[in-house]
């Protein structure tokens, strides 16, 4: 039994060196200064979701449908956003109407009527003064009573003090709101207009926008579905600039430089041309096999080399998934 394990191990380590090596498509030196390797197209992926819970009214591409950058994906809705925004509005309206209010003081209407209220507690205030004189002056001569002379006095302390509060209120009405208080309201009318840009966006969020230009690969959400916040709705391609990964030999790597030029032939396509660059390079080596089982395999290190393209003609030939050989310039130091 052990020979036969034995044996079923190496041939699954066999099998696995040589997947493993077709799939990190390891770069061998070309001639001259250009360095060959080959990688499979990847792109980058977009997960367009929604921000909050809502219910899926309709999903407008369909899964390979190619958008721009804008367009209308996915349309949602919530059963409380328009009654919310009404409200907000609504409050809105009410802290700006008090501030206006505050900030135009009192009408001319009410100051008048606080000034006969004062005028009039002026004249029972000289009235009740001129009974306590008339009440004193017959008290020193023994006519009334102790009684009606404090209850003269009384009279004339409370007239006394409500013109004084008359007064005060004229005072106050021509003043004006204090200016905490107007400012308490201003506070209270940005508080009440942020609240409804809040309710605003939220219902602008219920519409999903293509992020960028790029093909639908993914469609997961159909009319009538509630999402949760986050949950992907569509995943987008961007096709515009698909990108390899290549695996250069540690011998050539310093020949490999960022911005660096590149070439792609697919397959499909052996003589047309894609303009690539450089534009990443592993700082971290990988073994190449990555099951390194001998010690020569363990010396043959590779660095991950990251080439863009672009499609000038924009003839969607830079599918994902399709094997591409690409040659990068690198010349000698």
């Known amino acids: 039994m052990r020979p036969r394990r034995a044996l079923s191990f190496f041939s699954h380590s066999a099998a696995l060196t040589t997947v493993l090596a077709l799939s990190l498509a390891n770069c061998r030196r070309g001639e001259g200064d250009v360095i060959e390797g080959t990688g499979t ?27 721009r950058e804008g367009d209308t994906l996915v349309s949602l809705t919530q059963s409380t956003v328009r009654a ?24 001319p209407a009410e100051i008048n009527r606080a000034e006969a209220d004062l005028r009039a507690a002026e004249s029972e205030a000289a009235r009740a003064a001129q009974d306590l004189e008339r009440v004193s002056a017959l008290a020193q001569s023994g006519t009334v009573s102790v009684q009606q ?31 905490e208080r107007v400012a308490a309201a201003r506070a209270e009318v940005e508080n009440a207009r942020a609240a409804l840009a809040a309710a605003v966006q ?3 969020d219920l519409v999903l926008f293509a992020p960028v230009s790029g093909t639908v690969m993914v469609r997961n959400a159909e009319p009538g579905e509630v999402l949760g916040a986050g949950m992907t709705a569509l995943t987008l391609g961007e096709t515009a600039r698909p990108y390899v990964r290549i695996y250069v030999n540690q011998h050539a790597l310093p020949r490999v430089r960022l911005g660096a030029r590149a070439d792609g032939v697919l397959d499909g396509l052996p003589d047309r ?38 499609d000038s003609s924009a003839t969607g030939a830079l599918k994902p998934g399709l094997p591409i050989t690409v040659r990068i310039a690198a010349p000698a130091p």
């Open 41 to 67: 197209l990847e792109v980058v992926e977009v997960d367009v979701a929604p921000m909050t819970p809502a219910r899926v009214l309709r999903v407008w591409p369909q899964e390979g449908d190619t958008v």
């Open 273 to 310: 041309h894609f303009r690539g660059q450089v534009v990443a390079i592993n700082s971290k080596a990988e073994f190449t096999p990555r099951v390194a089982l001998t010690e020569e395999e363990r010396a043959d290190l590779v660095f991950g080399v990251k080439v863009t393209f672009v």
């Open 202 to 204: 939220t219902a602008a």
């Open 84 to 107: 919310d925004v009404d409200a907000r509005r609504a409050r809105v309206a009410s802290a700006e109407a008090q501030l206006r209010d505050l900030e135009a003081g009192a009408r």
């Open 149 to 179: 002379l404090d209850a003269a006095k009384n009279a004339a302390a409370l007239a006394a003090a409500r013109r004084d509060a008359a007064r005060d209120a004229v005072r106050l009405l021509r003043e004006g709101a204090r200016r």
